[in-house]
């Protein structure tokens, strides 16, 4: 049986049902309100971020040094190619790379004129790297070995400097996807003139083993020279955004 008490109690619980709901459907569209303006933010600041590291590129100088030139070959390949000319040909892709991403690039040869005595010469390229205080230097080489079978780029970089062994390490991951069979690893040399006379980070890519008929062909073609040169733009840039 109702009795009237009862029947506004019922009518009482729903009407407070009723603005209970209202008071959820307000937190909801609260909350949803919320959310867009936080990834709205979100999105305003990490914009803000990429930009800064984007001018934090321009800031950025890399001496770029093909090895050898002019008088002095270099290592001679089992294909007769010469070191100093495949060192020339990777650094000038590597530049062109590096400039795409913003990155000012001072480079000590452009092309094979480079003073005749070989001791003039690195002292050149060693108070260029110093005048210029770069954020790295890097040095473009071939390898050799007395076994032909040895083959792989390797990354060498001076002992002291824990910025140049990062920068190699980085480097040397990004050339091991150009080659998986390359098994080699950074190694730390602190007998280099070059790099012993550098005052800044000082990295020596060495791009493969001109005594190893297979890769001495390789480092010849230029879409060799390209997945070279892409991988070591790669490491530097992974580096510079560490
Ligand atoms: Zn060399």
């Known amino acids: 049986m109702f009795s009237p008490s009862f029947a506004y109690i019922c009518n009482k619980n729903a009407w407070s049902m009723c603005v209970k709901r209202k008071i959820e459907l307000f937190m909801v569209l609260f909350l949803l309100i919320g959310a867009i303006v936080a990834s709205w933010k979100l999105s305003e600041l990490t914009a803000g971020v990429s930009k800064e590291q984007k001018s934090k590129k321009n800031d950025v100088v890399i001496v770029v040094d093909p090895g050898h030139g002019g008088e002095d070959p270099g290592k001679v390949g089992v294909n007769d190619v010469l070191e100093k000319d495949l060192n020339l040909q990777v ?11 913003g990155i000012r690039i001072v480079t000590t040869r452009e092309d094979d004129n ?13 108070k260029l790297i110093n005048d210029t205080n770069p954020t790295l230097a890097l040095c473009i080489h071939q390898n050799s070995y007395p076994d032909p079978a040895i083959k792989g780029a390797q990354v060498f970089y001076y002992t002291p400097s824990e910025e140049a062994k990062a920068a ?3 480097v040397q991951e990004e050339l091991r996807t150009v080659d998986p069979s390359n098994t080699r690893a950074i190694k730390a040399n602190d007998t280099y003139y ?5 005052k800044v980070p000082t990295i020596i890519v060495e791009c493969g083993f001109l005594t190893n008929p297979e890769e001495a062909e390789k480092l010849t073609q230029e879409e060799y ?18």
């Not at 650094?91 to 991403?101: G, N, T």
């Open 225 to 242: 020279q390209n997945q070279l040169a892409n991988a070591i733009c790669e490491g530097i840039i992974k580096w510079l955004d560490k």
């Open 168 to 170: 190699a390490t980085i």
């Open 114 to 126: 480079v003073p005749t005595a070989k001791k003039e010469d690195l002292e050149q390229r060693i």
């Open 194 to 198: 070059m790099l012993k006379n550098t």
């Open 91 to 101: 650094s000038q892709k590597v530049i062109a790379l590096l400039e795409e991403v």
